[in-house]
């Protein structure tokens, strides 16, 4: 009962009460924007994990040993393998790409589309044209982004070139072919939107020489002037692939897996790199920035405690007397200590209340408020060439949010201590005496 007068003001108290309302203010402000960052810098990890997995696997495995023409087989033996949900063979190669008077460098996937199908991201994220009978299409999907730059749409043609073409006596000659554009995808995320373009299997593998042509067993030597006909028909074509993508049910067991995929029987000789290895820089780099980012926004919190402190060492000076009329009342050093402890610590659980409610509305709307402040401002926040993704994303972790509330209540009361402590230590007669 006694707290709660404290932190009613009267007109004579009015500005110590202005300061517990401005400690209490920058107890929410620091709560509220600790709970916003880390969601933000959570939904960042989140998004990018979900974007790069989605589309590229768990784990790449590259042929070693002999050419890679039993990657069907491959394929079937590692969905065999416990925890692989699935996985694909592709075709990849750099080429570069022209349209409409603009050109620039992307990287060709060759897929069917038994294989797009359980790519899920990419399958389902054409804005334009679609995946429909892929496997005859004989075009090409690129993301949008890639579109805009080289000026195409469904419809028009793409002129892709491979410097490592055919061989001649002069050297190697550029390979250029166009394809029709099929399908228009936005997966969201710059890199994959401007950089990727996906093609049938089959003209993938034709455009980058990946198909082995060999005698059909038995078959003697052909006659020089053999005709087109008697050399297709002694001839076998044996189509090989670049890699298998494998998915794998928990991305963070690459360690477990790796072993298992390793062992699988039925499985060639593989080199196996995991998501983590590729991307280890990356991710490395979001841990440390999320760290710094906590431990630096923290200190807004501890600053609010510092203010609690001073709050209440004036509140202390100003009720001196009627400390010393509670303690000839009777009140104990204890009780006088509890006083003032739950005067600070109910400034900070209204602060981290406040805080904690402001935290969660702004991180559940943290990217309608971006295009908001952008299309009122009429400047790009969070510009994607710069952060990867298209939109603002955000996801809250409940054991962060209870971090946070834990760390700001335990300063708020932390800082209640040594202004209680020297309110339970005034002599009541001396304080009469100079009151």
């Known amino acids: 009962m006694i707290a709660g007068r404290y932190l009613r003001a009267r007109r004579k108290e009015a500005f110590i009460s ?4 401005l400690t209490m203010v920058g107890v929410a402000i620091g709560v509220a924007t600790l709970i916003v960052v880390m969601s933000v810098m959570n ?9 790069i997995l989605g589309l590229n696997g768990h784990f790449t495995a590259y042929p070693i040993e002999s050419q890679f023409t039993d990657y069907r087989e491959t394929v079937a033996a590692l969905e065999q393998v416990d925890g692989v949900s699935f996985a694909v063979y592709f075709v990849e190669g750099q080429v570069l790409a022209s349209g409409r008077g603009s050109s620039t460098g992307v990287s060709v996937r060759g897929m069917d589309e038994e294989n797009l199908k359980k790519l899920d991201l990419l399958y389902n994220s ?42 001649t006596p002069f050297g190697s000659t550029p390979q250029i072919r166009s394809y029709p554009v099929n399908a228009i995808y936005n997966l969201g995320m710059v890199e994959f939107d401007s950089f990727f373009m996906y093609m049938p299997l089959e003209p993938a593998q034709d455009y980058f020489r990946m198909v082995d042509e060999v005698l059909k ?37 690459v360690g477990i897996m790796r072993q298992r995929l390793q062992s699988a029987p039925g499985v060639r000789p593989l080199v196996l790199t995991d998501w983590q290895q590729r991307n280890e820089t990356f ?23 510092f203010n609690i402190i001073s709050s209440l060492i004036m509140l202390v000076k100003d009720k001196g007397a ?40 702004v991180a559940a709307n943290a990217e309608a408020l971006r295009a908001s402040i952008s299309n009122l ?4 926040l969070f510009p994607p060439e710069v952060f990867f993704l298209s939109s603002l994303p955000s996801r809250t972790d409940p054991m962060e949010v209870t971090v946070v509330v ?10 209640t201590l040594y202004p209680a402590w020297r309110a339970a230590q005034y002599d009541p007669v001396e304080a009469l005496r100079y009151e």
């Open 283 to 305: 991710f490395s780099a979001l841990q440390v920035e999320r760290v710094v980012m906590f431990t630096i926004l923290s200190m807004i919190i501890l600053v609010a405690a």
């Open 43 to 51: 939904g960042f990890r989140g998004e990018l994990l979900d974007k």
């Open 217 to 253: 067993p038995g078959q003697a030597q052909l006659d020089p002037l053999a005709s087109d006909e008697e050399i297709d028909a002694a001839y076998m074509r044996i189509p090989r692939a670049s890699a298998v993508e494998v998915f794998i049910d928990d991305p963070d067991e």
């Open 126 to 167: 054409a804005e334009q044209g679609g995946f429909d009978q892929w496997d005859d299409s004989k075009g090409v999907a690129i993301g949008y982004r890639l579109a805009q730059t080289l000026g195409v749409g469904i419809g028009d043609s793409v002129q892709i070139i491979n410097p490592d073409g055919a061989m």
């Open 406 to 415: 834990g760390m700001a209540l335990g300063l708020s009361f932390l800082a």
């Open 377 to 380: 401002l009429g400047v790009t």
């Open 322 to 361: 009627d400390i010393a009329v509670l303690r000839t009342m009777g009140a104990t050093r204890g009780a006088i200590m509890r006083i003032f402890s739950i005067t600070g610590t109910t400034i900070g659980f209204i602060g981290t209340a406040v805080g904690t409610g402001l935290g969660l509305i």
């Open 18 to 21: 202005v300061i517990a309302s």
